[in-house]
Each structure stands twice: as structure tokens, then as C-alpha cells.
């Protein structure tokens, strides 16, 4: 008999590990025993992910608990990653604005602030808990799995911070810097030259307005093409010289367009 439950217990970690999303005992209602060797085996997982030894895992198990799956269990949401996620957001936005205060030391404020913003959003921080497998580990109910809550960015974006308050918790402020400058923060470059984060009317008039000229003036120079398909041509001044030109279908666009020729002449991105 206890043979045969030894082989059982090894087939369910390798089903567990190729298939998480499955019903198997201890993602759901089943014995304590079995969620405990699930909730085991899924943290040993996700430290190698991670290349971080916690001191006590049960912090990451915390980190790892959807409330969906604690739901299931009867308990409280208390038992939940939330408070976790909540400590984490906290220790995130720290770390972040620590590291890019440090990199970028002559970017105004306005900028920081939307650079961190870029890296901390939900988007962003789902990638990074891709790019740890994160999702197949999670401790979530069977419905919650079955309806695709391991790929879900909200569930995956509030998971990752969890785990950085688990971290925080467990080993300080160190190992949780260290994680992110392997992960979300080796990517700030990327981010900072990427028109995504760009908004280039604005970054325009915050220049003008810091440096005491006021505010860009746009005109449009001309307009070519039928009502349905015109394209305009947008020059934008700062006190009275033509600083940069652009061109789109609408005036909105055309106006974004002379701004990033502006931004770009003035280098707003790329002087540090």
C-alpha cells in the first residue's frame, strides 16, 4: 500500500509539473497531505524560475495563492496572495524609482514618473511573470484555472508583486533588487527608446515650460488631398522658431508627428 501511494504521489508532481492546470488533489478541495505536496513542489518550481532560495517558504506558498483557490478551501481571503501583493506594490514602486533616479540622473521628474509607470503596469509585469512561468504554478481553484486564469495578465501582474512582497519578507530589500535588475529593470533601456511610452506633445511643452519659453505653438503649413484621405503638414515653434515638422492624416496626428521631430532635434530622449 504505501508503495503504491508513493508511486501515486510521483505521478501526480510530474502531471503537476506538465500539466498544472489539471484538478489534481491540492489545487482545489482535496486531502490536506496532497495540497501540501502540490503547494511544496510548486514553490521548489518556482524558486529555481526565480534563482532565489527562500529562508521560509511559506511566504512564496503565500505568494503563489490565488483567492479563487483559498475560496474553494472555505478560508478566508485573509489566506489569500493579496496582502502580499499589496506589500509588494509598495516595495516594487521602491526599488523602480530607486534604480531609475540612479540611471537617469539629469531626467526631470514628469519623465521619471512615466518611465516607472511603463515598467510597472499591468502589461508589463504579466510579461515578466511569463518570463518566470509564473502562471504554471499558481495556486488557483478548478474553474479559475479552467477559464484560463493562468494566462490572465491581472491575475499574473498581481502574482509577480506578490511574490517581490514575499521576497521582501523573507530575505529584505536586497534579494528583491537583485531580482528585478536580472528581470523588469534589464529592460529600462528597451523601454525608454520605445515610441510606446512617448507622448512627444507633451514631453515638448514640459521642456518649454521648465525652461521658461512657454508653450509650442503648431500651424498647420498645408493640407493636400480629398475630405476622406487628406494628410496635413504641421510645423510646431518655441518663441517663434520652427522647431521641428511633421505630417498625419488628422491634425491631431500631424501635430504628435512635429512634436516627435521636435523631441528628437532637441534630444528630449536621449541625453542623459
Known sequence: MSHRRNILHVLQQFLTSRL?????????????????AVEQF?????????????????????????R?????????????????????????????S???????????EGRLTQLRSLLVNKSSLAQEARSIKLGKYLLLSESEARTGGRHRDSILADAYESIIGAMYLDGGIEPVRDFLERTLLAHVEKHTKSDLWRNY??????????????????????????????????????????????????????????????????QLFFIE
Open 20 to 36: 498544472p492546470f489539471l484538478n489534481l488533489p491540492g489545487t482545489g478541495d482535496g486531502s490536506s497531505d496532497d495540497q501540501n
Open 68 to 96: 479563487s483557490y483559498v475560496y474553494a478551501q472555505e478560508q478566508t481571503g485573509v489566506l489569500s496572495n493579496e496582502r502580499l501583493e499589496f506589500l509588494g506594490d509598495a516595495v516594487l514602486d521602491l526599488v523602480v
Open 98 to 108: 530607486d534604480q531609475i533616479y540612479k540611471i537617469y540622473p539629469k531626467r526631470r
Open 201 to 266: 506633445k507633451s514631453a515638448l511643452l514640459e521642456y518649454t515650460q521648465g525652461s521658461g519659453k512657454g508653450q509650442p505653438k503648431y500651424r498647420v503649413e498645408a493640407e493636400i488631398g480629398p475630405d476622406h484621405d487628406k494628410t496635413f503638414t504641421v510645423e510646431v515653434y518655441i518663441t517663434g522658431t520652427s522647431v521641428g515638422r511633421g505630417a498625419g492624416s488628422s491634425k491631431k496626428d500631424a501635430e504628435q508627428d512635429a512634436a516627435r521631430d521636435a523631441a528628437e532635434r532637441l
Open 42 to 66: 510548486y514553490a521548489r518550481q518556482v524558486q529555481k524560475n526565480i534563482a532565489y532560495q527562500f529562508i521560509d517558504t511559506s511566504h512564496l506558498i503565500l505568494a503563489l495563492k490565488h
